[in-house]
């Protein structure tokens, strides 16, 4: 039996607003799904696993991890401002090690990463361009319940696409 | 007689050239005469040069001298202190404001007004925060007035999402918990996953009696593998989502593509009565979802409609019109905060006790203020009870007693701390202050609520009483890392003064 497809959604809103999403995704069968509430679990599931997609939220709480927290703490406690999700993604993609000095897990590249939020694709632009990252979608009231599952589905037939 | 020379006596006779504010001496029709150092740096003068200006072609607007000269002669006829008016003036283009002291000059030998004599400060930096501020509060009225509308707007679409969940309830009967309040998130899994194994069951069986060959002619391929796929799922549901939230909806998405399988199929190459059974098994699966979701979502509404209400009472209070006072007796307020918070209690399955029933006493006030403090006391005391003994409800109780001066409405109850220093500091009544201990649990909560119920009693010339101490008071001393973390009982206390007592209605 062929294993499945390994995805991790790191989202704090999964079990409240969000958590329609996750019905078509386990009922389709096709994936093996993990869930990350804050960028500290999110990074625990990362080192511990390989996935073959991430999707990531901007607006992420720390979670208990000092470094994190720091982050979080000098931007006021804001998850809003604090954007901690790009900063995941530029320590993961970018290494910035003026975020997190540890070193990121090698296997994570910017065609494995989705980026779910309520920002728009103009105001993180930028960020998007200089990660490589080219699956994006809003998040927005009225949204299908199978939003999630598109985009991964979107995300992994563009990896297998590259490949 | 000339002003000069009275002038030029007051220069000799008095040094009021360095004095720190403006001070000058004008013909009756504004020629400055004389003045200190201050009023020519005011009017951009020259510093020692002759006066060759006239006060009057400062004024921004001229009827604003003829009004002033007039108030002036008038309190001088009438001995009084002269006129302090605030002035706006334009000096080489720009508004400058000035407070102006100024009494007439007479000739003391004619006692003919031969001038004026008087002080200029200028005031333009705090005149003009003044206005700022008058703009400023301009603009947070409409807001707030704005905020308001959009608020009352909410709460409507509030009424009518808990109406429409009561029909959704109705219509998803029979709840498997009966009437009852107390049921916990544990149970409600167990109830699901038994009817997720129910479901799993009847469509295992369904895949193993038909053969392959005639399933394919009802449905294509994948859309089978879906539904073997689900028996998984719906066997080990507890594993594969072990977030106990993510596990309802995945259910109710599950037992929906189910029925739609069973509907989309081509139903005569199907058995007929295996089809019906898995269609019954999703049907209730899918129905047992919906209910326990529109239960889960009527609570939550249930919780937060009184601190909505109050916000936009809070929001709206300063627009509203003045509502008149009246006698009230304190008994039917209590029993309409009681009924209020009916509906909330049931759900949080806390009881109310409410012994001394008998209150017949009168307060004279606002009735709509008095039962929304009433209402946001009772909701905080149910709110933050934790239930006590494992065989029955929680409670929470009201205890009233007069005496000659008051009546006081006391709500006690056993749960969540107020800590000593919140209490001594007034914190717990400073807008948006949410208690250090108060949000455990998820409790939601605005902090608006006591500061209102704060407001409104010293509006009636009563206070609120705030104590909070342990419960068992030996269990952890107070210099202990638990003190906080045990029961404590909490007593918030509205006073109010009795009709005929000489504080009513004292701010």
Redesign the interface.
């Known amino acids: 039996m062929t294993s499945k497809p390994r995805v991790l959604w790191i989202e704090d809103s999964?079990?409240?607003e969000l958590?329609?999403l996750?019905?078509?995704l386990?009922?389709?069968?096709k994936y093996d799904f993990n869930?990350a509430e804050d960028v500290t679990t999110a990074v625990h599931f990362l080192r511990a696993n390989q996935y073959d997609a991430l999707i990531v939220d901007v607006r992420l709480p720390p979670g208990i991890d000092n470094t994190w927290r720091k982050l979080y703490q000098q931007t006021g406690f804001d998850k809003v401002h604090a954007q901690l999700g790009l900063k995941l993604l530029h320590w993961l993609l970018a290494r910035d090690a003026t975020i997190n000095p540890e070193p990121p897990p090698d296997w994570v590249k910017p065609h494995k990463i989705g980026v779910f939020t309520v920002e728009s694709k103009q105001e993180i632009q930028q960020h998007l361009d200089e990660l490589g990252i080219a699956v994006f979608n809003q998040k927005s009231a009225g949204l299908p319940?199978t939003v999630l599952l598109d985009l991964i589905d979107e995300l992994l037939a563009k990896a297998i696409a590259q490949r | 007689m000339d002003a000069k020379p009275i002038a030029a006596e007051l220069v000799q006779g008095f040094n009021f050239l360095d004095m720190p504010i403006g001070v000058y001496v004008v013909a009756p029709d504004g020629q400055l005469i004389a003045c200190n150092r201050l009023v020519r740096e005011m009017f951009h003068l020259s510093l020692d040069g002759p006066l060759q200006a006239n006060v009057a072609s400062f004024y921004v607007h001229p009827q604003h001298r003829e009004q002033l000269l007039a108030k002036v002669r008038d309190a001088d006829e009438r001995g009084t202190q002269p006129a302090k008016e605030i002035i706006p003036l334009r000096v080489d283009g720009k508004e400058i404001f000035v407070e102006d002291y100024c009494k007439p000059l007479r000739d003391p030998a004619t006692n003919q007004v031969i001038g004026y004599i008087g002080c200029l400060v200028d005031v333009t930096t705090e005149e003009q925060a003044a206005q700022r501020a008058v703009e400023a509060q301009h603009k947070m009225d409409v807001l707030t007035a704005d905020i308001g509308k959009v608020w009352h707007a909410s709460t409507s679409t509030f009424v009518m999402a808990r109406q429409t969940l009561d029909g959704v309830i109705d219509a998803m009967a029979p709840n498997p918990f009966g009437e009852r309040a107390d049921v916990t998130p544990e149970e409600i899994d167990d109830v699901l996953v038994k009817q997720a194994t129910r479901l799993a069951s009847v469509i295992e069986r369904f895949l193993q009696t038909t053969d392959t060959a005639q399933r394919l002619k009802a449905l294509p391929e994948a859309r089978w593998q879906l539904y073997e796929n689900s028996v998984g799922l719906l066997r080990e549901i507890r594993e594969r989502v072990p977030i106990a939230e993510l596990r309802l909806p995945t259910l109710r998405k599950t037992a929906y593509e189910a029925n739609r399988l069973c509907r989309d199929a081509r139903a005569h190459h199907l058995p007929r009565e295996l089809t019906r059974d898995v269609q019954q098994a999703a049907s209730e699966l899918e129905r047992l979802t919906i209910l326990f979701d529109a239960i889960a979502t009527q609570m939550a509404i249930v919780q937060m409609e009184l601190p909505f209400a109050t916000l936009r009472e809070y929001i709206t209070a300063e627009v509203r019109t003045q509502e008149t006072r009246e006698r009230l007796v304190v008994k039917p307020l209590i029993e309409d905060s009681i009924k209020r918070l009916g509906d909330f209690a049931r759900s949080s399955n806390v009881e109310i006790h409410w012994r001394e029933r008998d209150v017949y006493a009168e307060v004279e006030g606002n009735k709509r203020d008095i039962t929304r403090v009433l209402s946001n006391l009772l909701h905080n005391a149910i709110k933050y009870t934790w239930r006590r003994e494992r065989t029955r409800a929680s409670w929470v109780e009201i205890h009233t007693t007069v005496d000659t001066q008051n009546v006081c409405i006391q709500f006690e109850n056993w749960g969540v701390p107020i800590a000593r220093e919140e209490i001594e500091q007034g914190l717990i009544f400073q807008l948006g202050y949410r208690g250090k201990w108060s949000t455990d649990r998820g409790r939601l909560g605005t902090g608006i609520g006591l500061t209102d119920a704060d407001h409104v009693a010293r509006d009636h010339g009563g206070e609120i009483r705030v104590e909070s101490k342990p419960a068992a008071p030996a269990l952890h001393p107070q210099d202990e890392a638990h003190y906080y973390q045990q029961p404590f009982i909490t007593r918030v206390t509205l006073c109010l003064p009795l009709v005929g007592n000489p504080q009513r209605g004292k701010p």
């Open positions: 999964a079990r409240f958590r329609n996750v019905g078509p386990f009922f389709s069968g869930l319940d």
